[in-house]
């Protein structure tokens, strides 16, 4: 799964959209449109989301909270349980920002699909938990599953009343003073907390480049490439380490934000228009 399209094209063994006709009286074909009506407003939110700070913040929390919507992408199908209402809530708030900006994008879904707008706004969060699902399982599978076991774990004991910042120990807090947003990050702060705010300074542009190590010099540095090519056996020098998988997952799960499927440009034009105009606010 390296998309949207794709995710919901494999949700519920390949049968979300029969499930979905099925749950809402309409044709699968009818469903399939709906659900590619949505998914470019999706790939739209999350890359606006993922430009800033909270918006990063909101994501990862959400996906923190994501088992349930995992099951449900693994589901047969029986429709959205009633305990998942509330996380599809918190997914569509992640994706959009906010019950206003989710309303007008199932308003202008539901015209482009040709159903009632009515009908868009309860499939919209079970799409969007299924979305949810299948990013968490990418995430898991590909460097960020130590980081959100560590929300996880922060979030059972604080209640996640918090946030992220509250989770891991005043993550927002470091992540908000190297952007400029809130307190000061604190000194010396080490762990899962300071290694994800200085990968997302990075991707955000917003962290220093750390310092380049000295070299050793002198007897020290002669006798430890003595000792190395010793014990070495004349084996060829270790490779330099692999990229920190925490920052490959990130950029992973932003290449899993795109739409995967051509999107009309009038329908894109629309979508701009509904989160310009939210974005202003």
């Known amino acids: 799964m390296v998309n949207l399209f794709e995710i919901m094209q494999a949700a519920q063994g390949g049968n979300a959209y029969n499930n979905l006709a099925q749950q809402f009286g309409i044709g699968p074909e009818q469903a399939e449109q709906a659900v590619h009506a949505v998914l470019p407003a999706i790939s739209m939110g999350l890359q606006q989301q993922a430009q800033t700070m909270d918006g990063w913040q909101n994501i990862l929390s959400s996906l923190s909270q994501a088992q349930g919507s995992a099951e449900l992408f693994d589901a047969d199908g029986d429709g959205i349980p009633d305990n998942l209402q509330q996380q599809g809530q918190n997914a569509l708030g992640a994706m959009f920002g ?3 900006a989710s309303d007008a994008v ?3 879904a539901a015209q482009f699909a040709g159903i009632p707008a009515s009908m868009m706004q309860q499939m919209l969060p079970m799409i969007a938990s299924m979305v949810l699902g299948g990013l968490f399982k990418g995430a898991m599978g590909n460097g960020l599953g130590g980081l ?8 059972q004991a604080g209640g996640m009343a918090g946030g992220m910042a509250g989770g891991m120990g005043g993550l927002g807090n470091i992540l908000g003073g190297m952007f400029g947003q809130g307190a000061a990050p604190q000194q010396n702060t080490g762990g899962m907390g300071g290694m994800f705010g200085n990968i997302l300074g990075q991707m955000m542009g917003g962290a220093q ?3 380049p190590q000295q070299p050793a010099g002198g007897l020290g540095g002669m006798f430890g490439n003595i000792l190395g090519q010793m014990m070495g ?3 060829q020098a270790a490779p330099p380490p692999p ?5 490959a997952g ?3 799960l932003k290449g899993m934000f795109e739409t995967g499927k051509d999107v ?3 329908q894109m034009d629309a979508l701009q228009q509904i989160f310009s105009q939210f974005t202003k606010r």
């Not at 959100?148 to 774990?153: A, E, N, P, S, Y």
């Not at 990229?243 to 920052?247: C, F, I, K, L």
Request: net charge negative.
């Open 98 to 100: 906010g019950q206003a």
């Open 106 to 108: 199932a308003a202008h």
């Open 148 to 155: 959100l076991g560590q929300m996880m774990q922060g979030g």
């Open 209 to 211: 480049q750390p310092a």
């Open 233 to 235: 056996a004349g084996q």
């Open 243 to 247: 990229a920190n998988p925490t920052a």
């Open 250 to 252: 990130l950029d992973m």
């Open 264 to 266: 009309h440009s009038t």
